[in-house]
Every structure is written in C-alpha cells, then in structure tokens.
C-alpha cells in the first residue's frame, strides 16, 4: 500500500467521511526553471491569490478585517507550514436529517449549529491523524487546520477530489451533498494527489435564486457583507448595526442561514450521520423566540458554552432575536389586515 494510501486509510479509520490529497505547487516556477513557452493555466495558488485579492477588492469582507490581513500568506499554504508539498484534506459529515421545526413563533438556526461546535469535535480528529502521518514518516512536519486559519479550505478541498465549489462558493460532494465541514492536514510530505473535482453545477442557479439577500453577486461569489450568515454570525461588534434594508429578509433566522445549501438538488440523497455531538436539541431545532429573549448573559454563557452559537455573543445573538420578533409581529399584521 502506497504511504498515500495509508494516510487516507488512518482519516476514514478516524471516522472523516472524505479524504483526498492535494499537491502544493509553488506559486512560481524556480528561478531556474524555463518559462512556460505558451500560455498555461496559472497554478492554484496564484488562481487563489488574485481570486481573493479581487473579492478583498470589492470590499465582499464587510468588518472581517482578519481575512485582509496578509491575502498571500492566505492564498499559499507554504507560507503557513515551511516546505509544504501537500495536504491532506477531510471531510466531516453533518447532515442529521431532522427538519427544522418551524412554527410560528420558533426562529430558525442553521444546521451546523445545531449541535456542539464543530472545532472541538473535528480538530482532535486531525490532530490525531497529523500523529499517524509522522508516524508513518518520520521527520515530517504537519498543521492542522479547520477552519483556524489563512487557508482556503474550499478550494484545496476541491483540488483534493472531495468535490466542487457550487455556485453558492460552497464546496458540494455528489456522496455528502454540501454538508461537509472542511479540515485539513498540511504536511512537508510528497504525496500522490487525487484528481480535482470537477464542476457538476452545470446550468443550475437554485441557490442564486433562493438568496434571500441577493448575496451570490455572481456564480461562485460571495458578497459577505450581505449573507445573513455573516449578518447574524460575525456582525455582532458594538456599533455594528443591521443595515435596516436587511431586517425583514432575516425572517426568522437568528444564527447562519442555510437557504442556499437547503435548495441544492445534490442534497436530495444526502446520507445521515449518527454523530452524537451533531444531533439537536429542542432548543436549537426549534428555538422558542420569546424564550430566549429572556435568557440573561449569563444563561445565554451556560447554554451554548459548547455551541457555535457563542460566537454570536450575548448582545448579538439577543439582538437576532428581537429582529425575528419583529419580523413576526410584521407578518402577524399583515396576514391579519
Ligand atoms: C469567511 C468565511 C465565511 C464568510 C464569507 C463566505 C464566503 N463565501 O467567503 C461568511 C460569514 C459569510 C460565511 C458563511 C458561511 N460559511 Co463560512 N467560512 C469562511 C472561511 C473562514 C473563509 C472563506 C474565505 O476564504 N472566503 C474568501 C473568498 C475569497 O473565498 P471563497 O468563498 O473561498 O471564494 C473563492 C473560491 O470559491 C474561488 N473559486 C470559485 N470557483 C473556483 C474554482 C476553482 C477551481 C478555484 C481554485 C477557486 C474557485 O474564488 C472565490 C473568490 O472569487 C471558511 C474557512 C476557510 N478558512 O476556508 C469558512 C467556510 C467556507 N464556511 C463554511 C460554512 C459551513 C458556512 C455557512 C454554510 C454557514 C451557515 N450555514 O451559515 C455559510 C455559507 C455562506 C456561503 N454561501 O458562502 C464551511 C464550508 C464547508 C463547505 N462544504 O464548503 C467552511 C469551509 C468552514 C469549514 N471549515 O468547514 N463563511
Ligand atoms: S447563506 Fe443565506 S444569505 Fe448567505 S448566500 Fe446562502 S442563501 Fe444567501
Ligand atoms: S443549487 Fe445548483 S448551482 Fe447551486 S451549488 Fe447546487 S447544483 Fe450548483
């Protein structure tokens, strides 16, 4: 068995659902390298590179301020781990196959949350795998990262063969549908690549359509500053109000939004997964409005301690709420009239 393989052995062993290996060219030729003679498409790295600093551009990051922070050192996992030559990268399947339960008065918080925060679930995971590997090869060097750090995970992902960047810019695997959370090990290791994914879109524009916000500017891009993922999620600062354009497309969406994910047809066969710190509680498959408008900061801390939920903050979160009350109340009015 080839040393890739048992690598991508130990990750399903480990209980990731996908693995796939991706090269790290480097950006540039070596020095002493020819130039190409005829034009050639650029490697992935310099593909990332002007990809993000065009998004950065348009100002897409919104307050996000971390992701303008060194865009080459995001776009080139050499910068990251010294000498890297690949990545290991998995997938975590978290799809539970409950509903959300939407009834009148319930807000609506989006899948990945709907457990315990996945951070903690999947980055002991790759940890242990990074061991197996410099086990398996010794004096290599490895980092682990899910969603911790300046690495895009979509894109190496998809270079790994785990599938495709969709139109909504996330990553969709034909098995697992779009509900992969993405990890990865980077490692100074040469390592047999799997071949990319390849696009499966084809003429679909669902997710486009579904956006609430019209936050998909165009296929495979993202304006954050309008995705109420980011509107619920990250913009949670003081002083960082909802622009009031926004609050009656929130609806009843208090934490994320799935609606771009929910309408993919590659979702249709989605298998299930039995991950226990995936499942959902009541609270979070039907989050009573008016209760949680009652938690106090300290309720809110002991409730979602171990919930991406935190992330939101007490004033955020609380904030979320009322405009879900608001919305209802607005929709009361107007089916009553
Ligand atoms: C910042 C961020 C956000 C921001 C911005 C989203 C965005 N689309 O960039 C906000 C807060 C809005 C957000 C929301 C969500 N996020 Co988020 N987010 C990230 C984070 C930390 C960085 C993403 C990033 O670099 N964005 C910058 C832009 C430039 O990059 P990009 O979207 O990757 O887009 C580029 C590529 O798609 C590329 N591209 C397009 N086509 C092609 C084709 C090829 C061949 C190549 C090479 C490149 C390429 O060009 C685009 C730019 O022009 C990643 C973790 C990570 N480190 O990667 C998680 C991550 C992307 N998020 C994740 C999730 C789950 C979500 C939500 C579903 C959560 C929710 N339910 O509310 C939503 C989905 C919203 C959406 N439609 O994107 C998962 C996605 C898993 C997956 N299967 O793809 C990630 C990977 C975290 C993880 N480790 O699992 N997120
Ligand atoms: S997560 Fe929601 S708001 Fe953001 S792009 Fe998808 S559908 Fe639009
Ligand atoms: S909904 Fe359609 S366009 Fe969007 S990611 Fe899925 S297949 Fe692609």
Same mark, same amino acid.
């Given at each position: 068995?080839?040393?890739?393989?048992?690598?991508?052995?130990?990750? &399903?062993?480990? =209980?990731?659902?996908?693995?796939?290996?991706?090269?790290?060219?480097?950006?540039?030729?070596?020095?002493?390298?020819?130039? *190409? &003679? %005829?034009?050639?498409?650029?490697?992935?790295?310099?593909?990332?590179?002007?990809?993000?600093?065009?998004?950065?551009?348009?100002?897409?990051?919104?307050?996000?301020?971390?992701?303008?922070?060194?865009?080459?050192?995001?776009?080139?996992?050499?910068? $990251? +781990?010294?000498?890297?030559?690949?990545?290991?990268?998995?997938?975590?399947?978290?799809?539970?196959?409950?509903?959300?339960?939407?009834?009148?008065?319930?807000?609506?918080?989006?899948?990945?949350?709907?457990?315990?925060?996945?951070?903690? $679930?999947?980055?002991?995971?790759?940890?242990?795998?990074?061991?197996?590997?410099?086990?398996?090869?010794?004096?290599?060097?490895?980092?682990?990262?899910?969603?911790?750090?300046?690495?895009?995970?979509?894109?190496?992902?998809?270079?790994? =063969?785990?599938?495709?960047? =969709?139109?909504?810019?996330?990553?969709?695997?034909?098995?697992?549908?779009?509900?992969?959370?993405?990890?990865?090990?980077?490692?100074?290791?040469?390592?047999?690549?799997?071949?990319?994914?390849?696009?499966?879109?084809?003429?679909? %524009?669902?997710?486009?359509?579904?956006?609430?916000?019209?936050?998909?500017?165009?296929?495979? +891009? $993202?304006?954050?500053?309008?995705?109420?993922?980011?509107? %619920?999620?990250?913009?949670?600062?003081?002083?960082?109000?909802?622009?009031? /354009?926004?609050? *009656?497309?929130?609806?009843?969406?208090?934490?994320?939004?799935?609606?771009?994910?929910?309408?993919? *047809?590659?979702?249709?066969?989605?298998?299930?997964?039995?991950?226990?710190?995936?499942?959902?509680?009541? &609270?979070?498959?039907?989050?009573? &409005?008016?209760?949680?408008?009652?938690?106090?900061?300290?309720?809110? /801390?002991?409730?979602?301690?171990?919930?991406?939920?935190?992330?939101?903050?007490?004033?955020?979160?609380?904030?979320?709420?009322?405009?879900?009350?608001?919305?209802?109340?607005?929709?009361?009015?107007?089916?009553?009239?």
């Amino acid at each position: 068995m080839s040393l890739s393989d048992a690598i991508k052995r130990e990750a &399903l062993a480990l =209980g990731f659902e996908a693995v796939g290996i991706a090269r790290v060219a480097p950006a540039f030729p070596e020095p002493s390298d020819l130039p *190409p &003679l %005829t034009p050639h498409p650029l490697p992935l790295i310099s593909l990332l590179s002007e990809r993000l600093r065009a998004w950065l551009d348009r100002g897409y990051h919104a307050t996000m301020a971390w992701l303008a922070r060194a865009p080459a050192r995001r776009a080139d996992p050499s910068a $990251v +781990l010294p000498g890297c030559r690949s990545m290991v990268c998995v997938g975590t399947h978290y799809y539970t196959g409950h509903p959300p339960r939407e009834h009148p008065g319930h807000g609506r918080i989006a899948r990945y949350a709907w457990g315990q925060d996945y951070h903690h $679930v999947v980055l002991p995971r790759l940890e242990r795998l990074a061991e197996r590997i410099r086990a398996l090869a010794p004096g290599t060097h490895t980092r682990c990262y899910v969603d911790t750090g300046p690495i895009m995970e979509k894109a190496w992902a998809q270079e790994a =063969g785990l599938g495709w960047i =969709g139109k909504h810019s996330n990553l969709v695997s034909a098995q697992f549908g779009s509900w992969l959370l993405l990890g990865e090990v980077l490692t100074t290791l040469d390592l047999e690549p799997d071949e990319p994914g390849q696009d499966l879109c084809g003429s679909c %524009t669902l997710c486009i359509k579904a956006c609430p916000t019209a936050a998909i500017a165009e296929p495979y +891009l $993202v304006d954050a500053a309008r995705c109420i993922s980011y509107l %619920t999620i990250e913009r949670h600062h003081p002083g960082q109000d909802i622009d009031p /354009e926004f609050l *009656p497309m929130l609806g009843n969406r208090i934490f994320g939004c799935d609606d771009c994910l929910d309408i993919c *047809p590659y979702n249709a066969q989605a298998p299930v997964t039995q991950e226990p710190a995936f499942q959902p509680s009541a &609270l979070t498959q039907a989050p009573h &409005l008016e209760t949680l408008a009652g938690l106090s900061a300290s309720d809110f /801390e002991a409730t979602f301690r171990r919930s991406p939920i935190r992330r939101a903050g007490y004033a955020g979160f609380l904030r979320n709420v009322r405009i879900a009350l608001d919305n209802l109340a607005r929709s009361n009015i107007t089916s009553s009239s």
